[in-house]
């Protein structure tokens, strides 16, 4: 055990090197690994999240949940486990299925302690230190599967009390892992039940990253009531940003008890700034936030309104997910700058922008009584700095909800207008809103008109 934590500590000083000459993991890198802000696998390729949290913790055998969500568009799974405080304990033979279902359906595997849920607040939660010790029991399942696992040291372990501590009981757990051998990117999640409205880790981020020997840390925020605006959203992920610290959204839903989240948001800024999100969560929701579930009773073939944004929505799963280079797909491309509108393909039918703006219109879902339509808008040979599309439909049909747009109605007559977000398109860019609509009789696309401006 002695030479195999010595050769260990060999690979990481020389990943550290690397880093250090070059801003960038080398490519022969063990597994994930952390530089400037950004998230690389091993092959030293950029890897953004998009993916959901499965609670696999209560529903063992929900084993077919991995493919599912993977045929759906995904390329990483957030994986909820136990350690036996709270919960039955998830095995060193369980821990290893769900690695290699994950590996199996091209999926990286955040692996997370669920024990730690509201430590401080909520009766059994336990520490972030006894955490670890469920990791240091999970060793021989782990080392060798760096390229695709991260471990998530434990769910919001803290809630709104007794947080002082955050920081400093997260350094001493990362060092822990990495004094006992592991050397996978590990991601801390947020105290005050995962939302950092005390902005204990913003502020304090630093200094846990810093304490880590590997630099290999990842924050992750939970974006539920407390991020209800554009604003509050973007400042939190754009002082990581402006830090030059990693930062995903490791869970986050489009409504809950404590507050309406600005999912449209949440996926914007994300997909324009290159930060990886987990939606919450698959299936098997309690407690009064079963609308949370992104598919009913795990059929994926039933997916909830919530589940059909964040796998078929503008700026959702399918549109944005690129595959992790490891399991041998296309790289993902490298995140744009800031002020580049996100990254998007129009549909092969959209014609040449010759200028001003021009807009499509796809059914993307339908199902009795309702669907889910898009719209993509792209610039002409002239930058835009805002747009409005505008469409009459001729069965009666209706929207009920809508994301990306600010979309009003004159009868059957409809308008859509830019976020302040997308309005701003160069040349030739592309921006997408989409929407909830009802339909009786038959669902004919509509004619569009786009003006820019």
């Not at 969500?69 to 095995?91: E, F, I």
């Not at 670890?132 to 709104?160: C, F, H, K, T």
């Not at 795990?298 to 490891?326: C, K, M, Y």
Request: overall charge negative; aromatic content about 10%; glycine content about 12%.
């Amino acid at each position: 055990m002695k030479t195999r934590l010595s050769a260990v500590g060999a690979a990481l000083l020389a990943l550290l090197v690397a880093v250090l000459a070059f801003g960038q993991p080398a490519h022969a890198a063990a597994g994930f690994s952390v530089a400037g802000g950004k998230l690389y696998d091993a092959n030293g390729t950029e890897f953004v999240m998009r993916g959901v949290n499965h609670a696999h913790t209560w529903y063992p055998q929900q084993t077919s949940s991995f493919a599912d969500v993977k045929a759906l568009g995904a390329n990483t799974v957030r994986v909820v486990l136990s350690s036996g405080d709270r919960w039955t304990r998830n095995t060193n033979a369980d821990v290893a299925n769900v690695i290699s279902l994950c590996k199996a359906n091209r999926l990286i595997c955040v692996l997370e302690v669920h024990d730690t849920t509201g430590y401080g607040e909520q009766s059994g939660a336990i520490t972030l230190a006894r955490a670890v010790d469920y990791w240091l029991s999970l060793a021989d399942v782990l080392v060798g599967q760096e390229r695709y696992v991260i471990v998530n040291i434990g769910n919001e372990p803290y809630g709104n009390q007794n947080y002082a501590s955050w920081a400093t009981d997260s350094a001493n757990a990362i060092k822990r892992l990495r004094t006992a051998g592991l050397t996978h990117t590990i991601m801390v999640d947020a105290p005050n039940w995962g939302q950092d409205w005390s902005f204990t880790m913003r502020d304090n981020a630093a200094s846990v990253f810093a304490a880590d020997p590997a630099r290999n840390t990842v924050f992750s925020i939970h974006m539920y009531g407390v991020f209800d605006t554009a604003a509050e959203i973007s400042d939190y992920l754009g002082r990581f940003r402006s830090a030059g610290l990693p930062i995903v959204i490791g869970e986050f839903g489009f409504n809950h008890s404590d507050g309406d989240p600005d999912e449209d948001t949440i996926l914007a800024y994300s997909q324009a700034n290159g930060i990886g999100w987990l939606g919450w969560s698959w299936s098997g929701n309690g407690g009064g936030v079963e609308y949370l579930d992104l598919a009913t009773s795990f059929n994926p073939a039933d997916l909830t309104t919530w589940g059909q944004r964040l796998f078929n929505g503008a700026n959702g799963i399918r549109q944005t997910a690129r595959e992790a280079s490891v399991f041998g797909g296309t790289p993902p491309p490298t995140t744009p700058p800031p002020t580049t509108p996100p990254p998007t393909t129009p549909p092969p039918t959209t014609p040449p922008p010759t200028g001003g703006c021009t807009a499509t219109y796809t059914v993307t879902n339908q199902w009795q009584g309702g669907f889910q339509g898009e719209v993509w808008v792209t610039a002409g040979a002239a930058a835009i700095t805002g747009w409005t599309v505008r469409w009459t439909f001729a069965d009666g049909q209706s929207v009920t909800q809508a994301w990306n747009a600010t979309l009003t109605s004159s009868g059957t007559t409809l308008t859509a207008r830019n976020a302040d977000y997308n309005g701003r398109l160069a040349a030739g860019a592309s921006t997408g809103f989409g929407f909830i609509g009802s339909w009786t009789g038959s669902n004919t696309p509509p004619a569009l008109s786009c003006t820019a401006g």
